[in-house]
């Protein structure tokens, strides 16, 4: 007699190379299956680390997967510090309730863990799944759809003086890595660049333009120095009245005001454009307080970068803080129990140490909120007024919370 479904096993283990469609094919599967463009399977095939990344399989059945990129991102404090970006995650329809993103989950917590990694992140599909595997939301973006033949844009002086010119992406990617390169130590959040990873920035499937241009590329300099870029396209409309144009935003880093101002006064003024599509920037990013009507912009905050915790002690003492703290944190933390219990952080603007203790605690809250707060974007005192942070001294958590916040909101600048 055959065996029923319900009786076979599962097995977890480690991707081998020579399984990758397959198991990408799960993964596509499990987010509606509908194919990507042959270039974009090619550059997540060649980006996926296989001997960080585990399939669940039912005998030669891919049934779960998720992986794990080997990132550096930075923290409060410009150090970039190793964490495990993880990806890929999907479960088969037919295997839901099984215990098996629950069984990915522990099996890659243990690993980054052993690879020393202090830190996990990642953008989630669904919210709800990840807090209880410790993650805490700890970055917003806005998007935006500025009304551009109604809102003019304030820019500061030296704006003038930045020359803007068209490239072909491809031709100065270097460039632009270079000015990408030296932001990131300046605002949390953001991924320092792996090998193969710039070419994330030119991807440009025809699929994925929604009637719009080949991607396209603006280059500012000043004195011959490259000092920002935006890659963007062009979805030509028109109505009753004539055009309605939209410019649709990828792209846009610089490295001082006059560069940004420069960058974004040019996609207000593109000819035959009314709006100006914006998705997934910085929550404090400058043309929101140089437009003369923020309404017709139509902001939108939305969740992104999402923070777990794997080692508490080298996460927190890894980054700097804004203002002196000495606080003692109890810390709950269920699926990585080797976290759970009592820390003590004493910590600068200059560095930190983090060690256990058996102090009394001066704040209880589980790894979840340590990881919502860690980036500086999500301030402790709100989590207590939500009553997810419990006061135990009085006064820690106004100072625990000043010296976690970050002088610029936290930013992931693209997903994995």
């Known amino acids: 007699m055959s065996m029923d479904s319900t009786e076979r096993t599962t097995a977890l283990r480690v991707l081998r190379q020579d399984e990758w469609d397959r198991w990408y094919n799960t993964l596509l599967r499990a987010f509606g299956g509908v194919p990507e463009a042959p270039e974009e399977r090619a550059l997540y095939k060649s980006l996926t680390e296989a001997d960080r990344s585990l399939g669940v399989w039912e005998g030669d ?5 998720a992986g794990a990129f080997g990132f550096r991102m930075s923290v409060p404090g410009g150090a970039l510090v190793p964490a495990a970006g993880v990806t890929m995650v999907g479960v088969a329809a037919t295997h839901r309730r099984r215990g098996v993103l629950t069984s990915m989950m522990r099996r890659q917590l243990d690993d980054i ?9 990642l953008t989630a599909s669904e919210p709800a799944i990840y807090g209880r595997f410790g993650y805490g939301a700890a970055t917003v973006q806005v998007s935006a759809e ?5 809102v003019r844009l304030s820019v500061p002086p030296g704006t003038d003086d930045v020359r803007l010119r068209y490239a072909e992406p491809a031709d100065v990617l270097d460039a632009c890595e270079a000015v990408y390169a030296r932001l990131v130590p300046g605002r949390p959040g953001m991924l320092a660049r792996q090998p193969g990873w710039e070419r994330l920035g030119l991807l440009d499937p025809e699929s994925g333009r929604d009637g719009a241009s080949p991607l396209q590329c603006v280059v ?20 009753k009245a004539g055009h309605e144009g939209t410019v649709v935003l990828a792209d846009l880093e610089g490295l001082d005001p006059a560069t940004r101002a420069a960058l974004w006064r040019f996609l207000f003024d593109i000819d035959l454009t009314t709006t100006l599509s914006v998705r997934g920037r910085p929550a404090d990013d400058a043309w929101q307080y140089q437009v003369s009507d923020i309404r017709r912009c139509l902001p939108q905050l939305r969740d992104m970068l999402y923070v777990r915790l794997v080692d508490v002690g080298a996460a927190l003492q890894a980054r700097t803080y804004r203002a002196p703290v000495d606080v003692v944190f109890e ?5 990585c129990p080797w976290n759970a219990g009592r820390w003590r952080l004493a910590g600068n603007e200059k560095g930190a140490s983090c060690t256990r203790t058996s102090d009394p605690a001066d704040l209880a809250l589980s790894v979840r909120e340590l990881g919502s707060a860690y980036l500086g974007g999500v301030p402790l005192t709100a989590l207590g007024l939500a009553g997810r942070v419990r006061e135990l001294r009085p006064g820690a958590l106004a100072e625990a919370s000043l010296g976690f916040s970050s002088d610029v909101a936290p930013w992931l600048p693209h997903g994995f």
């Open 61 to 65: 059945e891919c049934v779960g997967t």
């Open 113 to 121: 863990r052993s690879w020393g990694e202090p830190l996990a992140v």
């Open 146 to 150: 500025i009304d551009t033949s109604q």
């Open 220 to 239: 500012a300099s000043r004195d011959g120095e490259v000092t920002g870029y935006a890659r963007f396209r062009v979805r030509p409309g028109w109505g």
């Open 331 to 335: 810390v709950e933390d269920a699926f």
